[in-house]
């Protein structure tokens, strides 16, 4: 996943699903586009997490690890956007606990979530099985390909970077 969030030494196998956001990169949503996407997703996300805790998700079972990490669920009121790669997206899909509780913070914080089109190849290299639950992701999240973003030159860079920097830490930490 890209950590791009406060603190690069924050690890997805410590806190399930931590680091999806662009901490402040600009990637791409426009302050005028970006407000109404946060709208529409607001509304949309709240009917998925009604759903879920009607299946029994509520998002508990990870809430500990999330505010024990420092980072989450950030200050009220500051937008925080979640840009999330394949491992993200995979993650999200087959986790529908992790899943709530991230609907549940985008309820409480304005903020969108947006998954670079690229992410795409590498969220559906896996198995059928796994397959159909990033296509039930997909459909929950999203409508007319609203999460999808394309990076510009600048931006692909910035995530490969932040990626790169989430992917040395996480080295470091295991050594």
């Known amino acids: 996943m890209i950590d791009a969030t406060h603190d ?3 690890h997805d196998e410590e806190v399930p699903g931590a680091g999806l956001d662009d901490g402040g990169a600009g990637l791409g949503v426009e302050d005028d586009d970006g407000e109404q996407l946060i709208e529409v997703q607001r509304v949309r996300f709240a009917r998925l997490l009604e759903k879920l805790e009607g299946e029994g998700f509520d998002g508990s079972e990870h809430l500990a690890k999330l505010e024990a990490a420092g980072t989450w669920p950030g200050d009220e009121g500051t937008r925080q956007d979640f840009l999330l790669d394949s491992s993200a997206v995979r993650l999200l899909a087959a986790d529908r606990e992790l899943l709530a509780i991230y609907l549940r ?6 903020g969108v979530i947006l998954i670079p089109l690229v992410a795409m190849t590498d969220a559906y290299t896996c198995g059928p099985d796994e397959r159909a639950l990033v296509d039930r992701l997909i459909e929950e999240i999203s409508v007319d390909g609203d999460v999808f973003l394309h990076l510009t030159f600048e931006e692909a ?3 490969g970077e932040l990626r790169f920097e989430a992917m040395a830490a996480l080295e470091a930490s295991e050594t």
């Open 8 to 10: 690069a030494a924050t």
């Open 105 to 110: 913070l985008l309820q409480r914080q304005p």
């Open 157 to 159: 860079r910035r995530a």
